[in-house]
């Protein structure tokens, strides 16, 4: 018997579903359209109301991209609605790629025959979660990454198909790495592609820490999590060290934000937001304190004075230390909790 072989898959071959909604997303989404892969479909979340009253909707920076693109454009409130799942069976994807999206139940992510593929914000299997840019900076870690995967049953388990690793400075906020994963996520999806196809649609893959099974825990392997974060969440706690309480303001900054709670003299409480800070080294006894020395704010933490460079205080704007401290008196009288 004579075997014909068949020719090798290309990207004309591929017929993708794209899935993301914010900002993060579209560079990757930008990147399919101008490298001329085919994009049958976008996926985003429905529009949100804004303003005042939420009388405005707003639609997702993903949409307003696919908009601009003429892509179609899919919205809908619950993935596993049998509409929906039509509505998207109907495009043929051969393949679905995923970014900061909501998690997908397996009617939808077993659909194309060669699968879904996730681009996570981290090196897989740390940081598993919906926040893994800000988990990282506020761990401390040096570097972090971007990890393309197949979905699976569980959150971000899957088969691990490439990752691209990022360096941290230790001055960088969220907001740094956060652009630099941005568009490295989008090169790490091209170079997924290409090895896609390359793979006649099924490359290799390597399995994530079996953590999730139950037999080991994930903080019994060594494994961060990177929950969502809520404004508890973002609280300092000036007992934690200097170091700390450094690494987890730029994990929030600029937005959500760290913040902490200004007590005045009389015991009025404030919010007040901080964006920015500076180590000094200098030793102190009791964290919660506050000291001026000139023009300079400094808070005691845990083990050493942290000097505060960029805040905002309840209903005012964000600014320097020192136009803080030129609308602010009797300073040293105030303290932090």
Same mark, same amino acid.
């Given at each position: 018997m004579t075997l014909v072989k068949t020719e090798n898959m290309n990207k004309e071959d591929l017929r993708i579903v794209f899935m993301g909604?914010?900002?993060?997303?579209?560079?990757?989404?930008?990147?399919?359209?101008?490298?001329?892969?085919?994009?049958?479909?976008?996926?985003?979340?429905? @529009?949100?109301?804004?303003?005042?009253?939420?009388?405005?909707?707003?639609?997702?920076a993903v949409k307003q991209y696919a908009v601009e693109q003429g892509l179609p454009v899919l919205q809908p409130e619950k993935m596993k609605d049998p509409v929906f799942v039509e509505q998207l069976r109907s495009y043929r994807a051969n393949l679905q790629v995923v970014v900061a999206f909501r998690m997908l139940p397996e009617v939808v992510?077993?659909?194309?025959?060669?699968?879904?593929?996730?681009?996570?914000?981290?090196?897989?299997? +740390?940081?598993?979660?919906?926040?893994?840019?800000?988990?990282?900076?506020?761990?401390?870690?040096? +570097?972090?990454?971007?990890?393309?995967?197949?979905?699976?049953? @569980? #959150?971000?388990?899957?088969?691990?198909?490439?990752?691209?690793?990022?360096?941290?400075?230790?001055?960088?906020?969220?907001?740094?790495?956060? @652009?630099?994963?941005?568009?490295l996520g989008a090169q790490l999806c091209l170079k997924t592609l290409e090895t896609i196809?390359?793979?006649?649609?099924?490359?290799?893959?390597?399995?994530?820490?079996?953590?999730?099974?139950?037999?080991?825990?994930?903080? +019994?392997?060594?494994?961060?999590?990177?929950?969502? #974060?809520?404004?508890?969440?973002?609280?300092?706690?000036?007992?934690?060290?200097?170091? +700390?309480?450094?690494?987890?303001?730029?994990?929030l900054s600029p937005v959500p934000g760290a913040w902490t709670t200004l007590v005045a003299p009389d015991g009025k409480e404030t919010v007040l937001k901080i964006y920015k800070t500076r180590k000094t080294g200098k030793a102190v006894h009791a964290s919660g304190g506050i000291v001026v020395d000139g023009k300079a704010l400094y808070v005691a933490a845990g083990d050493e004075l942290l000097e505060l460079v960029e805040l905002q205080l309840a209903g005012k704007k964000r600014m320097t230390a020192r136009d803080f401290l030129n609308g602010m008196k009797q300073m040293e009288q105030y303290r932090v909790k």
């Open positions: 909604t914010p900002e993060f997303a579209v560079e990757t989404l930008r990147a399919l359209v101008e490298n001329d892969y085919q994009v049958v479909a976008v996926v985003t979340q429905p @529009d949100k109301p804004v303003g005042r009253h939420g009388s405005v909707l707003q639609p997702s992510w077993a659909m194309p025959e060669y699968g879904t593929f996730n681009v996570h914000a981290a090196l897989l299997p +740390q940081y598993r979660g919906a926040a893994p840019i800000n988990w990282a900076v506020i761990n401390g870690e040096t +570097q972090t990454g971007v990890t393309t995967f197949f979905l699976d049953h @569980d #959150i971000d388990t899957g088969r691990i198909i490439m990752s691209l690793p990022f360096d941290i400075p230790d001055d960088a906020d969220v907001e740094y790495v956060y @652009d630099g994963l941005m568009h196809i390359a793979a006649d649609g099924h490359p290799q893959t390597v399995a994530q820490a079996d953590c999730q099974s139950g037999a080991v825990a994930p903080e +019994q392997a060594g494994l961060h999590a990177a929950p969502k #974060i809520f404004k508890e969440t973002c609280e300092i706690d000036w007992s934690k060290s200097a170091k +700390q309480v450094y690494d987890f303001v730029r994990g």
